[in-house]
């Protein structure tokens, strides 16, 4: 079963991918729904290894957060570099908008958390 982030973003990328198809350009939107997912799974996947790391050395799943979100951020530049080199002008927008709005959905997930990983 998915996780309520996957769920809340996978929701938002869809109906953002759905109003751009209308207008012709659901290429571009679907290729930011890619690219929000990816970030999305990637963050899961770092969360995981430093709570596993953590137990025994909170040091160690704190470098594994900041080395995580220094290879999220090189990725996901390198996804956009591609995918906006390959995409039409009027696509660029599209893709753009769609990963903002599905990390934005992010946001509304952690209201009420203390912490990052609750």
């Known amino acids: 079963m998915l996780s309520k982030p996957f769920k809340v973003q996978a929701i938002i990328g869809l109906v953002v991918v759905g109003f751009y198809a209308s207008q012709d350009q659901a290429i571009g939107a679907a290729y ?21 790391r953590a137990e025994n050395d ?14 999220r951020f090189i990725l996901l530049a390198v996804l956009f570099i591609i995918g906006l080199s ?10 753009v908008l769609t990963f903002v709005l599905m990390q934005l959905g992010q946001l509304l997930n952690l209201r009420g958390k203390r912490r990052l990983t609750d």
Not at 58 to 71: D, E, H, M, N
Not at 86 to 95: G, I, K, N
């Open 32 to 52: 930011g729904f890619f690219i929000g997912m990816m970030n999305v799974l990637m963050l899961a996947f770092s969360f995981k290894k430093a709570n596993q």
């Open 58 to 71: 909170p040091k160690a799943g704190i470098l594994i957060l900041y080395v995580s979100a220094a290879i």
């Open 86 to 95: 390959f995409l039409e002008e009027s696509q660029a927008f599209p893709v």
